[in-house]
């Protein structure tokens, strides 16, 4: 589960990510990404009714995004704001095609080296 302090809750802050940001879009998730000032990074997840009618289950992709995010906090660059916009078809997926996704849009966003080429804290 990802800090409170690392959550993006706030209508404001979700509106302003809208309207300034850029975007990135895979088969599972269209992600925006905005820098912030702040000495931190937050994330938001939106998983509307479409991807599913229950609850329960656009809670657990939330925390399964969430999940696949924490893992990877340190390597993203500090001072962006970042917003997961679920695609239906996601509730089907496996956790690990949902990891491998984040990855592989934190590495074509630029927030994160790739694989071979880790960054090194400043």
Known sequence: MLPKINRIKKKKDFETIFKNSKSFRNNLFIFKTRKNNLK????GFV????????????NKIKRRLGEAIRDKMENIEIGTDLVFITLPGIEKKEFSEIKKAVEDSLVKAKLVAGENNNRLPS
């Not at 931190?40 to 994330?43: A, E, S, V």
Request: net charge positive.
């Open 40 to 43: 931190l990074n937050r994330f």
């Open 47 to 58: 998983v509307s009714q479409k991807v599913s009618k229950k609850a329960t289950l656009r």
